[in-house]
């Protein structure tokens, strides 16, 4: 079972990183920049579904009828909001945005059918799905740096991943359509298990915005090389442990074995992140330059503050996931909350500074002071927070 997860985690996040970081080597930073700041805010608003809607299809018997119809409003408020933001955009980014403004609608037709896979553990169809549209959008785009399609290519790419993990997970678990339920009993758990991630997964595109805003279009380009190489160690070192911390975690709620699974995720998380994070600090240096000089140049300071900020969120993801799973959503959604308003509040007044992203780390530290306390709290005893 943990293999097919390393395979879906890999196949999911980390072909998608590799055909970035492809097109990273052949496209000039500002063509990096226009895709990079199009893709920000429908990539932060997938959470509605990819954790919201998802995980309320794991963690309740509610019916499918009610959760796709709800999971169709959230899709296609989504893409209206993203529509609306069209002229706040560079002008360069807004053709890519208006396209990418569909994604929230094919999330939305597959969610449902993706926590209804989830929750039954079909891990190996999970990750053969996943596999199979990634292989073909990677084609799609490889075709497209090839014929100069520029910043379109990374559009394509994320446009026809997207559209065919819909098309394969209502393949795999097609909705049932039978039982009708009201949307108003959803909300209060949907915004539950929304508002955190949405929360703890704004800070990355909100500072991509505010740079291609602030510092142009090739400042926010180095910053996506930077947080997608950051992405990539974490996809290869923790991705396949988080995607099945949630599930496991609530299967054991309530036993005498959660307390011990917890302290065996703890370590192990330990482990892993005190070997590939620092190993990453050492090897970029050597590793940057294979993309070109000028992206080296612009992406190596970037690098050491984002990738202390994945540690950081990489050591506090068991108590995490153990706490959403026992029912206790409030720390995390604190910290979040609080992770992204003290990241902009510090990270604001020096965006200038060539140390300014060290504010995004900091801001980690400061916000998980007081999340460790309401671990301890509310976990069991005996659990290291």
């Given amino acids: 079972m943990t293999l097919w997860a390393i395979i879906l985690q890999w196949s999911r996040l980390g072909i998608s990183a590799a055909i970035f970081l492809l097109a990273a080597r052949l496209l000039p930073l500002a063509e990096i920049g226009v895709f990079a700041t199009a893709f920000a805010l429908p990539r932060l608003l997938q959470v509605l579904h990819k954790s919201g809607i998802t995980e309320l299809r794991i963690t309740s018997d509610t019916p499918d009828h009610p959760l796709l119809a709800l999971s169709l409003s959230l899709g296609l408020a989504a893409a209206l909001l993203c529509l609306a933001a069209l002229p706040v955009l560079p002008a360069e980014s807004r053709p890519h945005l208006a396209v990418l403004a569909s994604l929230p609608l094919f999330n939305a037709l597959a969610a449902p059918s993706e926590g209804c896979l989830r929750r039954a553990l079909k891990l190996r169809a999970l990750a053969l799905r996943t596999l199979l549209a990634q292989a073909l959008a990677a084609g799609v785009a490889l075709y497209g740096l090839t014929q100069g399609w520029a910043a379109w290519s990374l559009t394509a790419f994320a446009l026809t991943n997207t559209a065919l993990t819909a098309a394969l997970s209502l393949a795999l678990a097609p909705p049932d359509l039978g039982p ?174 060539p140390l300014a992203l060290w504010a995004l780390p900091l801001a980690s530290a400061l916000a998980a002071l007081p999340f460790l306390r309401d671990a301890r709290a509310h976990l069991p005893r005996g659990v290291p927070a």
């Fill in 180 to 353: 009708r339920g009201t949307l108003r009993p959803l909300l209060p758990d949907l915004a539950r298990l929304t508002l955190r991630p949405l929360a703890g997964s704004a800070t990355f595109p909100a500072v991509q915005l505010l740079i291609a805003l602030t510092l142009g279009l090739p400042a926010a380009g180095a910053f996506q090389i930077a947080t997608r190489l950051v992405e990539l160690i974490d996809t290869l070192a923790l991705a396949p442990l988080r995607y099945l911390a949630l599930p496991r975690f609530k299967s054991l709620a309530g036993s005498a074995d959660f307390a011990t699974h917890l302290r065996q995720s703890l370590r192990q998380v330990t482990l892993l992140t005190a070997m590939i994070y620092p190993a990453a600090w050492a090897a970029a240096p050597h590793l940057l330059p294979l993309l070109g000089p000028d992206k080296a140049r612009a992406a190596a300071p970037l690098l050491p503050p984002l990738l202390l900020t994945g540690a950081l969120s990489a050591l506090l993801m068991p108590l995490t996931q153990a706490l959403i799973a026992t029912g206790h959503t409030a720390p995390p959604l604190r910290r979040a909350a609080v992770t992204l308003a003290l990241s902009l509040a510090l990270l604001g007044p020096v965006l200038h500074h």
